[in-house]
């Protein structure tokens, strides 16, 4: 039998980070992982989409410049384009093992289960521990109808070997857009099928009309309003059926969401209840279990799933078993970012909330595409809608150009360090920047 003080349960941004935390602390800690360490952010999310889009991103630049500079704007070479991510995302498993091990954090790769409240088994030998924190992140979830194996998901797109020549994803969240766009550059004919007509719902509808007409206008192709029943394998490939609908492609994306991992942990037998939403837990990130937490994306909460929010929930629980907080966890603002061609981001109060209650705030919305930052790059639409409280304070945005990664962050300090205008403009910033902007924008 082996005692820890702390045993965590994914090697993924949010346990990787608590565990780190825990071992400074003096304490110790063990780590388990089941498949890549790491997790999905470094091998199958964040940082291999993001540099698959640098290539989206040098290909828009040169289709900006079309007739000012250029004449040829390339398609992304998507093996070499892959193979560059590849050197970095082969890396990542190695890496954050051996990582650990110079740190002198205890770590086990397999399967794991709980036996009682206190214990786990893991290869025959019992584990116990003062506290466990669950960071298991989600997974893909694949639509329940016939011929769903002839689906792939986000995780094997991002590893494709060859890009096929046309290509579909089902779901209209980020994955399917951010997915969608970097397909397109490398010109493979890209299908969109949603069962609505309103795809990133939690976006402004405005921006996110905007955003697929730029799409399309790239010559990605949208099919609202139908409801996948199911993939057959056809001659051409695979065949998308609905009720009066056909479409076929040589390869299927499922991009319909992502599912808590919480299967083959036996959670049950340690008290900790969950559903299809994730793991249930308080104000402390702790289930009903209270020796046992939750953080990161396999937590059931309305905060987005991003991997800074992951980390920041492991500062928070490392800080609460040490005692060095009792209050309940506070978010601060959230930015979220769809990485497309443009990108949209949002952060605070949306414009829904603000158009719901005009007594409490001011909508100012700016087309930027004229403006020197956005027109120098030649961007086809580039937008904003800033939200002002009775103060003048900003306290919610969305924006829409290329460069919103950038831009949401300036706003998000914003509005979190309730920055006002008039102080914000005292500054010296690096001019002709997106920074040197937004006295304009606050
Ligand atoms: C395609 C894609 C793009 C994304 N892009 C962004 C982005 O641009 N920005 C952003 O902020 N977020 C992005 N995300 C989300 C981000 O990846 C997650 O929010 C983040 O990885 C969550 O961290 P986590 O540690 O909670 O979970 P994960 O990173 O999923 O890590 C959980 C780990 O637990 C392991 N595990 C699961 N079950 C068990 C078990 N039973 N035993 C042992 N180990 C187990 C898993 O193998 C995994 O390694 C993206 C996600 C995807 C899929
Ligand atoms: N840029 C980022 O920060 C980023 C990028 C990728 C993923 N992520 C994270 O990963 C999570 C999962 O992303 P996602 O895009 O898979 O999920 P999502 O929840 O964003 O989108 C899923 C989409 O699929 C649609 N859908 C559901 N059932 C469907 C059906 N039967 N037919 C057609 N469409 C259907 C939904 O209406 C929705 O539009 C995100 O919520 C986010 O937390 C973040």
Redesign the pocket.
């Known amino acids: 039998m082996k005692n820890y003080d702390v045993i965590v349960i994914g090697g993924g941004p949010a346990g990787l980070a608590a565990a780190y935390n825990v071992k400074s602390a003096g304490k110790s800690v063990a780590i388990f992982e089941n498949d890549l360490w790491g997790g999905t952010c470094p091998n199958r999310?964040?940082d291999p989409?993001k540099m698959l889009l640098s290539g989206v991103e040098a290909r828009d630049r040169i289709a900006q410049l079309k007739g000012n500079g250029f004449s040829d704007v390339p398609f992304m070479n998507w093996s070499e384009i892959e193979a560059f991510k590849e050197s970095y995302t082969s890396k990542i498993p190695a890496g954050s093992k051996g990582g650990l091990d110079s740190a002198g954090i205890d770590n086990y790769h397999g399967k794991v289960e709980f036996t009682s409240k206190n214990e786990l088994k893991f290869e025959d030998e019992i584990f116990t521990a003062d506290k466990f924190i669950l960071a298991t992140g989600q997974h893909?979830s694949i639509?329940n109808i016939p011929g769903s194996d002839n689906m792939i998901t986000s995780n094997e797109f991002l590893s494709l070997k060859q890009m096929p020549k046309k290509i579909t994803f089902?779901?209209?969240?980020?994955?399917?857009f951010?997915l969608a766009n970097i397909a397109n550059a490398t010109g493979a004919e890209v299908h969109l099928?949603?069962?609505?007509d309103r795809?990133l719902?939690a976006f402004d509808g405005e921006f996110v009309n905007d955003m697929v007409e730029q799409m399309k206008s790239r010559g990605i192709k949208f099919h609202f309003n139908i409801?996948?029943k199911e993939i057959k394998k056809s001659e051409a490939g695979f065949e998308l059926i609905s009720d009066s609908y056909k479409l076929n492609s040589d390869l299927i994306v499922c991009?319909?969401?992502?599912i808590p991992s919480v299967e083959g942990l036996n959670l049950s037998a340690a008290g900790v209840e969950y559903s299809r939403k994730g793991i249930k837990v308080n104000g402390h990130l702790q289930t009903t279990n209270q020796n046992v937490f939750a953080i990161g994306d396999v937590v059931d909460r309305p905060q987005?799933?991003?991997t800074p929010v992951a980390g920041f929930d492991a500062n928070y629980v490392t800080d609460y078993i040490d005692k060095k907080t009792t209050d309940p966890i506070q978010y601060p603002s959230i930015p979220?970012?769809?990485?497309g061609s443009p990108k949209m981001a949002r952060v605070g109060i949306t414009t829904s909330e603000a158009e719901a209650n005009p007594d409490q705030y001011r909508i100012v919305s700016s087309n930027l595409t004229s403006w020197y930052t956005y027109y120098r790059i030649h961007e086809p639409i580039a937008k904003a809608k800033i939200i002002f409280d009775k103060t003048n304070q900003v306290v919610g945005a969305t924006v829409l150009t290329e460069q919103a990664d950038e831009l949401i962050n300036l706003l998000t300090l914003v509005i979190d360090k309730k920055i006002a205008n008039a102080e914000y403009s005292k500054l010296i910033m690096g001019y002709p920047t997106v920074a040197s902007d937004l006295e304009y924008l606050i």
């Open positions: 999310g964040c989409k893909p639509l089902i779901g209209a969240g980020y994955i399917a951010e099928v949603h069962h609505n795809p719902k409801d996948t991009a319909t969401g992502r987005p799933k991003l979220t970012l769809v990485y």
